[in-house]
Protein backbone atom coordinates (compact mmCIF):
# COMPACT_ATOMS: atom_id res chain seq x y z
CA UNK A 1 0.00 0.00 0.00
CA UNK A 2 1.18 3.46 -0.33
CA UNK A 3 2.95 4.92 2.74
CA UNK A 4 4.31 8.54 1.24
CA UNK A 5 1.64 11.01 1.22
CA UNK A 6 3.03 13.53 -1.01
CA UNK A 7 1.61 17.45 -0.88
CA UNK A 8 0.16 19.54 -2.44
CA UNK A 9 -1.27 17.42 -5.54
CA UNK A 10 -0.80 20.37 -8.07
CA UNK A 11 0.74 23.62 -8.25
CA UNK A 12 -0.21 26.49 -10.52
CA UNK A 13 2.45 29.77 -10.19
CA UNK A 14 3.50 32.12 -11.52
CA UNK A 15 7.36 32.56 -13.17
CA UNK A 16 9.04 33.27 -10.76
CA UNK A 17 8.09 32.21 -7.32
CA UNK A 18 9.08 30.04 -5.28
CA UNK A 19 7.34 26.69 -4.92
CA UNK A 20 7.16 24.09 -1.93
CA UNK A 21 6.28 20.53 -1.53
CA UNK A 22 6.92 17.85 1.20
CA UNK A 23 6.58 14.12 1.35
CA UNK A 24 5.44 12.22 4.71
CA UNK A 25 5.42 9.15 5.99
CA UNK A 26 4.41 6.79 8.94
CA UNK A 27 7.37 5.05 8.44
CA UNK A 28 10.94 6.24 9.01
CA UNK A 29 13.24 5.90 5.93
CA UNK A 30 17.21 6.01 5.60
CA UNK A 31 17.49 7.41 2.10
CA UNK A 32 15.27 10.21 0.38
CA UNK A 33 15.09 11.02 -3.47
CA UNK A 34 13.57 13.46 -5.39
CA UNK A 35 12.70 13.47 -8.73
CA UNK A 36 11.12 14.99 -11.75
CA UNK A 37 9.04 13.68 -14.43
CA UNK A 38 7.95 14.83 -17.94
CA UNK A 39 5.04 13.02 -19.61
CA UNK A 40 6.14 9.27 -21.26
CA UNK A 41 9.69 9.86 -20.05
CA UNK A 42 11.35 8.04 -17.03
CA UNK A 43 12.07 10.00 -13.88
CA UNK A 44 15.28 12.08 -13.32
CA UNK A 45 17.01 12.45 -10.32
CA UNK A 46 17.68 15.62 -8.61
CA UNK A 47 18.84 15.25 -5.44
CA UNK A 48 19.31 12.47 -3.09
CA UNK A 49 19.43 12.53 0.79
CA UNK A 50 20.96 9.92 2.86
CA UNK A 51 21.21 11.67 7.01
CA UNK A 52 18.55 13.38 8.97
CA UNK A 53 18.74 16.68 9.01
CA UNK A 54 20.58 16.54 5.80
CA UNK A 55 19.98 19.73 3.85
CA UNK A 56 21.20 19.64 -0.25
CA UNK A 57 21.41 21.99 -3.48
CA UNK A 58 21.17 21.36 -6.40
CA UNK A 59 21.07 24.75 -8.32
CA UNK A 60 17.91 26.67 -7.39
CA UNK A 61 16.62 23.17 -6.10
CA UNK A 62 16.80 22.59 -2.19
CA UNK A 63 15.69 19.39 -0.17
CA UNK A 64 15.59 17.91 3.15
CA UNK A 65 15.91 14.68 5.13
CA UNK A 66 13.62 15.64 7.98
CA UNK A 67 14.89 14.99 11.53
CA UNK A 68 12.21 12.66 12.59
CA UNK A 69 13.33 10.27 9.15
CA UNK A 70 9.57 10.57 8.46
CA UNK A 71 9.44 13.31 5.79
CA UNK A 72 11.31 15.40 3.49
CA UNK A 73 11.27 18.82 1.72
CA UNK A 74 11.93 20.26 -1.81
CA UNK A 75 11.80 24.26 -2.66
CA UNK A 76 12.35 25.32 -6.28
CA UNK A 77 13.48 28.68 -6.06
CA UNK A 78 12.98 31.69 -8.95
CA UNK A 79 10.57 29.00 -10.87
CA UNK A 80 11.23 29.23 -14.64
CA UNK A 81 8.89 27.77 -17.26
CA UNK A 82 11.00 24.35 -17.65
CA UNK A 83 10.41 23.56 -14.04
CA UNK A 84 7.03 22.27 -15.59
CA UNK A 85 6.48 18.80 -14.51
CA UNK A 86 5.59 15.98 -12.33
CA UNK A 87 7.87 15.72 -9.34
CA UNK A 88 8.25 12.73 -6.61
CA UNK A 89 9.93 11.47 -3.45
CA UNK A 90 11.18 8.38 -3.25
CA UNK A 91 12.43 6.19 -0.02
CA UNK A 92 14.12 3.83 1.03
CA UNK A 93 14.23 1.79 4.06
CA UNK A 94 17.27 -0.18 3.76
CA UNK A 95 19.81 -1.17 1.32
CA UNK A 96 18.84 -3.41 -1.10
CA UNK A 97 15.23 -2.88 -0.81
CA UNK A 98 11.80 -1.18 -2.96
CA UNK A 99 12.04 2.91 -3.24
CA UNK A 100 8.34 4.08 -2.38
CA UNK A 101 7.27 6.52 -4.40
CA UNK A 102 5.13 9.33 -3.03
CA UNK A 103 1.91 10.30 -5.07
CA UNK A 104 3.62 13.38 -7.15
CA UNK A 105 3.25 16.93 -7.12
CA UNK A 106 2.04 18.57 -10.46
CA UNK A 107 3.89 21.70 -11.17
CA UNK A 108 2.80 24.48 -13.83
CA UNK A 109 4.19 27.98 -14.59
CA UNK A 110 2.53 30.29 -15.86
CA UNK A 111 4.58 32.56 -17.85
CA UNK B 1 27.46 9.62 -19.52
CA UNK B 2 26.11 6.30 -20.31
CA UNK B 3 22.34 5.70 -18.86
CA UNK B 4 20.18 2.89 -18.51
CA UNK B 5 19.35 1.45 -21.73
CA UNK B 6 15.56 -0.38 -22.12
CA UNK B 7 14.37 -1.88 -25.01
CA UNK B 8 11.99 -2.30 -26.28
CA UNK B 9 11.06 1.11 -26.07
CA UNK B 10 7.22 0.31 -27.53
CA UNK B 11 5.57 -3.06 -27.21
CA UNK B 12 2.04 -4.21 -28.45
CA UNK B 13 0.90 -7.32 -27.97
CA UNK B 14 -2.68 -9.30 -27.47
CA UNK B 15 -4.28 -10.73 -24.44
CA UNK B 16 -2.85 -14.01 -23.51
CA UNK B 17 0.57 -13.25 -25.10
CA UNK B 18 4.04 -12.54 -23.49
CA UNK B 19 6.85 -10.34 -23.75
CA UNK B 20 9.83 -9.72 -22.84
CA UNK B 21 12.03 -6.53 -21.71
CA UNK B 22 15.11 -6.01 -21.25
CA UNK B 23 17.43 -2.93 -19.03
CA UNK B 24 21.21 -2.51 -19.48
CA UNK B 25 21.80 -0.93 -16.24
CA UNK B 26 24.53 2.11 -16.30
CA UNK B 27 28.35 0.29 -16.42
CA UNK B 28 29.26 -0.82 -12.73
CA UNK B 29 25.77 -0.79 -11.29
CA UNK B 30 25.44 -4.05 -9.89
CA UNK B 31 21.66 -3.02 -8.41
CA UNK B 32 18.42 -3.36 -11.10
CA UNK B 33 14.93 -2.40 -9.78
CA UNK B 34 12.01 -2.92 -12.64
CA UNK B 35 8.63 -0.57 -11.88
CA UNK B 36 5.61 -0.74 -13.55
CA UNK B 37 3.73 3.07 -13.83
CA UNK B 38 0.13 3.59 -14.92
CA UNK B 39 -1.40 6.60 -16.30
CA UNK B 40 -0.99 9.38 -13.85
CA UNK B 41 -0.48 7.08 -11.35
CA UNK B 42 3.45 7.21 -9.23
CA UNK B 43 5.80 3.98 -10.39
CA UNK B 44 5.00 0.66 -8.78
CA UNK B 45 8.02 -1.38 -7.09
CA UNK B 46 7.67 -4.69 -9.13
CA UNK B 47 10.88 -6.88 -8.55
CA UNK B 48 14.73 -5.62 -7.33
CA UNK B 49 18.18 -7.50 -7.90
CA UNK B 50 21.42 -6.87 -6.42
CA UNK B 51 24.61 -9.01 -7.91
CA UNK B 52 22.34 -10.95 -9.57
CA UNK B 53 20.37 -12.06 -6.53
CA UNK B 54 16.68 -10.98 -6.19
CA UNK B 55 16.80 -8.41 -3.36
CA UNK B 56 13.03 -7.58 -2.90
CA UNK B 57 9.89 -8.37 -4.23
CA UNK B 58 6.89 -5.90 -4.68
CA UNK B 59 3.65 -5.68 -6.75
CA UNK B 60 4.77 -8.83 -9.56
CA UNK B 61 1.72 -10.59 -10.69
CA UNK B 62 2.81 -14.42 -10.35
CA UNK B 63 2.64 -14.14 -14.40
CA UNK B 64 5.43 -12.01 -14.38
CA UNK B 65 9.36 -13.71 -13.84
CA UNK B 66 12.50 -11.12 -13.90
CA UNK B 67 16.33 -12.14 -13.89
CA UNK B 68 19.41 -10.38 -13.06
CA UNK B 69 22.21 -11.90 -15.68
CA UNK B 70 26.50 -11.95 -14.83
CA UNK B 71 26.77 -8.97 -16.81
CA UNK B 72 24.42 -7.13 -14.84
CA UNK B 73 21.64 -6.59 -17.39
CA UNK B 74 18.42 -7.58 -16.91
CA UNK B 75 15.15 -9.04 -18.19
CA UNK B 76 11.37 -8.92 -17.42
CA UNK B 77 9.49 -11.72 -19.11
CA UNK B 78 5.13 -10.91 -18.95
CA UNK B 79 3.19 -14.19 -19.70
CA UNK B 80 -0.34 -14.49 -20.26
CA UNK B 81 -0.84 -10.79 -20.77
CA UNK B 82 -4.00 -8.81 -19.70
CA UNK B 83 -5.09 -5.81 -20.81
CA UNK B 84 -4.58 -4.27 -17.10
CA UNK B 85 -0.61 -4.93 -17.81
CA UNK B 86 -0.59 -1.95 -20.61
CA UNK B 87 1.71 0.28 -18.53
CA UNK B 88 4.80 2.31 -18.84
CA UNK B 89 7.85 -0.11 -17.17
CA UNK B 90 11.11 1.28 -16.01
CA UNK B 91 14.39 -0.05 -15.00
CA UNK B 92 16.31 1.88 -12.71
CA UNK B 93 19.84 0.72 -11.68
CA UNK B 94 21.79 1.65 -8.70
CA UNK B 95 25.68 1.50 -7.78
CA UNK B 96 25.30 -0.64 -4.58
CA UNK B 97 21.76 -1.54 -2.37
CA UNK B 98 21.56 1.49 -1.25
CA UNK B 99 22.50 4.33 -3.73
CA UNK B 100 21.25 6.71 -6.15
CA UNK B 101 18.28 5.38 -8.19
CA UNK B 102 19.22 5.99 -12.08
CA UNK B 103 15.82 5.67 -14.86
CA UNK B 104 15.62 4.57 -17.92
CA UNK B 105 13.63 5.81 -20.62
CA UNK B 106 10.60 3.32 -19.92
CA UNK B 107 9.54 0.53 -22.29
CA UNK B 108 5.46 1.19 -23.10
CA UNK B 109 3.56 -1.60 -23.35
CA UNK B 110 0.07 -1.76 -24.81
CA UNK B 111 -1.79 -5.04 -24.85
CA UNK B 112 -4.95 -5.38 -26.73
Known amino acids: GQQLNQSPQSMFIQEGEDVSMNCTSS?????WLWYKQDPGEGPVLLIA?????ELTSNGRLTAQFGITRKDSFLNISASIPSDVGIYFC???????????FGTGTSLTVIP | AAGVIQSPRHLIKEKRETATLKCYPI?????VYWYQQGPGQDPQFLISFYEKMQSDKGSIPDRFSAQQFSDYHSELNMSSLELGDSALYFC???????????FGEGSRLTVL
Open chain 1, 49 to 53: LYKAG
Open chain 1, 90 to 100: AGQKGGGNQFY
Open chain 1, 27 to 31: SIFNT
Open chain 2, 92 to 102: ASSPGAAGELF
Open chain 2, 27 to 31: PRHDT
